[in-house]
């Protein structure tokens, strides 16, 4: 199985195939369907069945007496004839099968289940266990299908008639109405799927058949059932298949058998990572956990229109040949890396790929080529800043010594910084004042001294005896 990345996601490339085989049997094999290469035969009866066979098939269906029709469309119905639904509808009871039986959706008959909503259907076990025996599924088309659903180790216990579909073309989004179906395949009914069966061993089952298919829990609500993951069909809660979630990495059972049965709730799905590298190298396989689901339907996958940013996943993931209606398999949705089921899965590699936000309001989960070898560490934490060293004290300040007094006729000394000049004695000269100190006042008849930087001029005093 195989996929290639599109604009639109990841698409299988390659058919599935997905058995639905005896559930709960001892048995590998089955008993292949009747020959679908013959148109079916109408009987006697009526003109012509209601349903005259799948996209002009040529087997009318059969009325109880009188010569069956033989047109696509098929005659009206004569005296006698079968009336009710086709092969296929939907139903609650028997009487509403023109085929006069209704597997109901709170049965068990159907792989351990109901098919959503009903599926008038013919009982075909004697055929499926002697296929030499006439086929009752014949008298409805000859591309309808008795696929046995149950059995023992020497017989198969239950076996019904499906109606026959055509798979494709392939779907091309892009020029189809999205969320509608084709009323000619499968009557439209959006619970049952157009699928190409295989056996245990992965051979092709007969023809494409339309196959009982719930989408969600509201398909069995009306049983008071919930949609099994796996099979589809109608289950009572407790006999839910149980297992991993959609999305979920599941290498380990796909490429070494551990462990021996499928992990998934749903089913385990491979494909290719890209399609640059082949199927044939390791490195480029993934196997995550997926659901089947319905090409064309929104109903599929747990997606919502209308809570488009909050759906877990879409039906994108493609078989190469499917159409509207037929087989597809589930996408988990994300917003980030982390939101991947897989992500941190040595094989799976996962991560979100954002392509598809503005089509489908979240990216998907997409896997790269490789092995993951781990998220990229934190980066580290700057060291804290060193402690300033604490200022140095101030040194407190000198007083400046006070100027020495001048005797007689002397001078009178020099103040200190920032200090005042001694006053000079009489008709001596007053001392120089220190930077910033006051010059002294002269004697009577003395000069008065200059003053220091900063400090103001002496006044000089009035001239006395002997002055100069």
């Not at 179906?181 to 699928?195: H, N, S, W």
């Not at 494409?208 to 969600?216: A, D, E, K, M, S």
């Amino acid at each position: 199985m195989s996929t290639t990345k599109t604009k639109r996601g990841w698409v299988v490339v390659a058919a599935l195939t997905i058995g639905l085989g005896a559930c709960g049997s001892d048995d590998s094999e089955q008993n292949q369907g009747p020959d679908a290469s013959t148109g079916g035969t109408g009987g006697a009866g009526g003109g012509g069945g209601a349903d005259a066979g799948v996209n002009g098939g040529t087997g009318g269906v059969a009325g109880i007496s009188g010569q069956g029709g033989t047109t696509p469309s098929g005659g009206s119905a004569g005296a006698g004839g079968l009336t009710g639904a086709p092969l296929g509808s939907a139903c609650t009871e028997d009487s509403d099968c023109q085929t006069g039986l209704c597997l109901r959706a709170d049965s068990n008959d159907f792989n351990q289940g109901g098919p959503a909503n009903g599926y008038c259907t013919v009982d075909c076990a004697k055929y499926a266990n002697d296929p030499s025996s006439p086929n009752p599924c014949s008298d409805y088309g000859g591309d309808t299908l008795c696929l046995p659903t149950a059995s023992t180790t020497v017989m198969i216990t239950k076996a019904y008639c499906l109606k026959g579909c055509v798979t494709g073309p392939p779907v091309d989004f892009s020029s189809t109405t999205l969320d509608e179906l084709d009323p000619d395949k499968c009557f439209g009914r959006r619970d049952v799927v157009c699928q190409q069966l295989s056996d245990n061993f992965g051979n092709a089952y007969g023809t494409p058949v339309c196959v009982p298919h719930c989408q969600r829990d509201k398909d069995c609500a009306a049983a008071g059932r919930k949609c099994d993951p796996r099979f589809k069909v109608c289950r009572d809660e407790a006999k839910l298949t149980k297992g991993r979630e959609l999305g979920a990495a599941c290498s380990d059972y796909r490429f070494d058998k551990k462990p021996a049965s499928d992990p998934c709730a749903g089913l385990c799905l491979t494909a290719l990572k890209d399609s640059a590298h082949g199927n044939t190298d390791p490195m480029n396989l993934v196997a995550v956990c997926s659901e089947s689901c319905i090409v064309n339907t929104f109903d599929s996958c747990g997606y919502s229109r209308k809570f488009s940013h909050t759906s877990p996943a879409i039906c994108l993931f493609l078989p190469s040949t499917s159409g509207v209606g037929d087989i597809g398999y589930c996408m988990q949705l994300c917003d980030v890396d982390k939101d991947c089921s897989a992500w941190g899965d040595k094989v799976a590699n996962a991560y979100c790929d954002l392509g598809t936000v503005s089509g489908i309001g979240r990216g998907h989960c997409s896997y790269r080529y490789g092995y993951w070898e781990g998220a990229a560490g934190a980066a580290g934490s700057a060291g804290a800043g060193g402690e300033a060293g604490a200022g140095g004290e101030a040194g407190a300040g000198g007083e400046a010594g006070a100027g020495g007094e001048a005797g007689a006729g002397g001078q009178a000394g020099a103040a200190g910084a920032g200090g005042q000049a001694g006053a000079a004695g009489a008709g001596g000269q007053a001392g120089a004042a220190g930077a910033g100190g006051q010059a002294g006042a002269a004697g009577g008849g003395g000069m008065s001294g200059a003053a220091g930087t900063g400090g103001t001029s002496g006044q000089a005093g009035a001239s006395g005896t002997g002055g100069t």
